[in-house]
């Protein structure tokens, strides 16, 4: 099936051209680029969150495929849903999902299951597609969209994820969308985004869930950053690095309400 776009013409350019230059003036052309296990980045609005994503994107060795994992906006479809094949669509052209790859996540996993529907209308995979597409069109993607649940079954998530990737010999990169905070001032949302992005640098999973819940953060893609977590100390990262940090008054001016973004390397 074709997963055709929902948020072009509204998160971001709907035309090619408009698209392609949008990101080419957002990017790092002069990164050091390095060897990633994973990332994590945001999936606002571009105008908002794309020189963050972009930063970290710049900064990234590109691999054969990328699985990104989303929270689910929506609450359509499974809870814990993946696709294992299709090809999505954006104004940049198809991208095929990694058939070999979803299909051994999904025999791996004991909480995936194969769903189209959690995905059908998701912007917080969607947004990254294009960035990965401008750097290398024949990428392949396994899409993963995360529910609520505990942290402990997050953290199995991940580390049965990194199993399916181990089996598989390829070269993977881990991508967990996520907004930080939402909706307060400026000032506030960098104090609490600190305690969160100090967590996930440090690869503490069990602390990131600590510190969401004890300073009440309201970081929409918690869920996929534990995975994440879990999945890439498993494949063998030893640290993580904050590439950017800004919120959105830094684009609009409006500091009294903001929403914070991230870009995280793990390798």
Request: glycine share 8%.
């Amino acid at each position: 099936m074709i997963r055709s776009p929902v948020v072009a013409g509204q998160f971001y350019p709907g035309s090619p051209g408009g698209l392609r230059r949008m990101i080419e003036s957002m990017l790092d052309k002069k990164a050091e680029k390095v060897e990633a296990i994973g990332l994590v980045s945001p999936h606002a609005g571009y105008i908002y969150s794309g020189a963050v994503a972009a930063a970290v994107i710049s900064r990234v060795k590109f691999k054969e495929t990328f699985v990104i994992l989303g929270p689910n906006h929506t609450g359509r479809g499974k809870a814990f849903s993946i696709m294992s094949e299709g090809t999505w669509r954006t104004p940049l052209g198809d991208i095929e999902i990694d058939s070999e790859l979803g299909k051994r996540i999904l025999a791996t996993s004991s909480c995936l299951e194969e769903d189209h529907m959690a995905h059908q209308f998701e912007h917080s995979l969607e947004v990254q597609v294009p960035f990965l597409q401008y750097f290398k069109p024949d990428v392949r993607i396994v899409p993963v969209v995360i529910g609520h649940a505990s942290g402990a079954l997050y953290k199995k998530i991940g580390s049965e994820l990194a199993g399916a990737i181990k089996e598989s010999k390829k070269g993977v990169i881990i991508l967990a969308s996520s907004d930080m905070t939402h909706y307060e001032p400026h000032e506030t949302a960098r104090r609490k985004d600190s305690q969160a992005i100090e967590a996930i640098i440090d690869l503490n999973e069990d602390e990131l869930l600590r510190r969401v819940d004890e300073f009440d953060i309201s970081m929409c893609g918690y869920a996929p950053a534990v995975s994440l977590i879990s999945a890439a100390k498993d494949l063998g990262a030893k640290k993580a690095e904050l590439v950017k940090y800004q919120t959105s008054g830094d684009t609009s001016g409006d500091y009294d309400s903001v929403v914070g973004y991230a870009g995280i390397i793990v390798k």
